[in-house]
């Protein structure tokens, strides 16, 4: 197995330099799209609720990311707290959408740092897996550089939901080896109703758009897991609000065919989704085979299907103690 690049922007003094561009933008934050402006060194709370330090919500060995990803050992998952959306569907409201909740999760980037070996030394797993990272790239940058000297040499994966400031996707070029971004809308009016976010889908577009320019297609090892490249994930969503057939054909025509699409099929109405009829259900047998179908019309032969009624085994619960997957 090669060594990670950023092993090799530590040695050159390039992750030292842009862990310190990172930090300088939170006394007016632009590190997300939304551009809010908050001083976060002084303590103010930006529109993701994010402030100085790090919710980490949970930490543990995920077994049911897509294959690659998850492997035989686990992908060593850190669930981040608050987020830069606020889907009235979200599937882990309980941590994204509770900054109160969040408040004793906050812990420095050195304590992070301890997180990423943790995953690496004691549970084995495959990688580190960033879940709604978005908000906190400088300090994840920050534990990163302070990890490497202790002997991380695991894989990073940036699991978000796509709404990502192109420049600070660039600095993360090298650290980064797989981008497993969710590309949810194809309208913005939709996104602004369900997600409560302008300019969803040219700023997603964008944001995939640059991760494909850095990682490429995926590449897996001879045990099949992931080493490095773009997988961009799918949730269909009822009566086609997620636009799905819009969103497979601009990865075709405008990525390539050969990119890795993983559909997913969890969706249940929890959350706040019960007050909007629109999304008061899941999805029906019709329209999963409807997306399935595109697939195949489109040419996006690689990736994965999560087949219907597999949702339990995904809908995570931050009540139980440790692993949001896994209870007792
Ligand atoms: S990351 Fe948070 S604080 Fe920074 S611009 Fe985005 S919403 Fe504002």
Known sequence: MTDPGYIQLYESGELEQRVQRLEARLEHCDICPRRCGANRLNGEIGSCNAGKLVAVAAVCAHRGEEPAISGSRGSGTVFF????????????????????????????????????????????????????????????????????????????????????????????????????PDLKYASNSIAAKLSDVAHYVPTARAAITEMYRQVGNLVVDSDDIAVRGLIVRHL????ELAG????????????????????????????????????????????YRRVVNLLDVLGLENGWLQGEGSRDYYLPDFNFEGHPFERG
């Open 81 to 180: 707290g608050n987020c830069n959306l606020r889907c009235v569907y979200c599937q882990n409201y309980q941590i994204s959408q509770d900054p109160e909740r969040q408040r004793p999760n906050q812990i420095t980037p050195s304590r992070l740092s301890n997180r990423m070996l943790y995953i690496q030394n004691d549970l084995d797993c495959h990688n580190i897996n960033l879940v709604s990272p978005t908000q906190y790239v400088p300090q994840i940058m920050r534990a990163i550089y302070e990890a490497v000297p202790r002997g991380l040499n695991l894989p990073i994966v940036y699991n978000t939901n796509a709404y990502d400031a192109v420049d600070t996707l660039r600095e993360l070029e090298g650290v980064v080896d797989i981008y497993l």
């Open 236 to 239: 269909i969503l009822p009566n």
């Open 244 to 287: 799905s057939e819009e969103s497979m054909r601009w990865i075709a025509s405008e990525l390539s065919p050969s990119v890795t699409v993983s559909l997913m099929a969890q969706y249940y109405p929890r959350h706040k989704a019960m007050e909007v009829p629109p999304i008061a259900r899941s999805i029906t047998t019709a329209e």
